[in-house]
């Protein structure tokens, strides 16, 4: 079955570095892959998607890439505040489950000011 | 727009009780979905909708079910509660649920305890 990993471990990084979190994937390629942030209490919230062929993806200070050999994405966050403060999930959809996502387990981020 | 919406926000069970957990939505979304989250384990689909009157399985279906007779509405039923459905629920929709690039929207989740 679909396997996907992110770092298990916190990630705690200083105001102003950039964030690095990875997501990885074992078997099929999936049709696209999303990034999902999630707050202590509240549900996951849409950040950025990225398809098959793309290679790379920006919005404002994030920054996804998904290299299909690899079998990862990468999800950057630029000058980092501590409001980025939380857990960040991906999220994969392969071409034989339809619209259905599976997520990874998150990576919590902690930035400190 | 309130979004995605659900109640109770927290439930306490004892073993062998029933219960719903209620979703709403009012984005005229035709997917809706619920989703079980554990420590550790990521979030795992237990059932999902592509329109009214269409449900089917997810990953961890065991001990749930659910039903969709309107657009709007999709409530998850604990038919016997056990310890191991302790853990946050969260409902979730999005436009068709066919399209690979469907944005999923989040409820803000209940907290289930089952003692």
């Known amino acids: 079955s679909q396997k996907i990993e992110q770092n298990s471990e916190a990630l705690n990084i200083q105001e102003g570095k950039t964030a690095t979190l990875t997501c990885n994937y074992t078997?099929?390629?999936?049709?696209?892959l999303q990034w999902y942030r999630q707050d202590p209490g509240r549900g996951p919230v849409f950040l950025l998607l990225?398809?098959?062929?793309?290679k790379e993806k920006r919005k404002e200070r994030l920054k996804v890439t998904f290299d299909t050999t690899l079998k990862q994405s990468l999800f950057h966050i630029t000058a980092s505040q501590p409001a980025d403060s939380a857990t960040y999930l991906c999220a994969l959809a392969f071409y034989n489950q339809g619209g259905k996502l599976i997520f990874g387990q998150g990576t919590e981020l902690s930035v400190k000011p | 727009n309130a979004g995605v919406t659900q109640t109770p926000k927290f439930q306490v069970l004892k073993t062998g009780q029933s219960m719903t957990l209620q979703c709403a939505q009012d984005?005229?979304?035709?997917?809706m979905s619920w989703y079980r989250q554990d420590p550790g384990m990521g979030l795992r689909l237990i059932h999902y909708s592509v329109g009214a009157g269409i449900t089917d399985q997810g990953e961890v279906p065991n001990g749930y079910n659910v039903s969709r007779s309107t657009t709007e509405d999709f409530p998850l039923r604990l038919l016997s509660a056990a310890p191991s459905q302790t853990s946050v629920y969260f409902c979730?929709?999005?436009?068709?649920?066919?399209?690979?690039?469907?944005?999923?929207?989040f409820g803000p989740g209940t907290r289930l305890t089952v003692l």
């Open positions: 984005m005229n979304h035709e997917y």
């Open positions: 078997n099929y390629s999936p049709a696209y």
């Open positions: 990225i398809r098959e062929n793309e």
């Open positions: 979730a929709s999005s436009y068709s649920g066919t399209e690979y690039t469907d944005t999923q929207y």
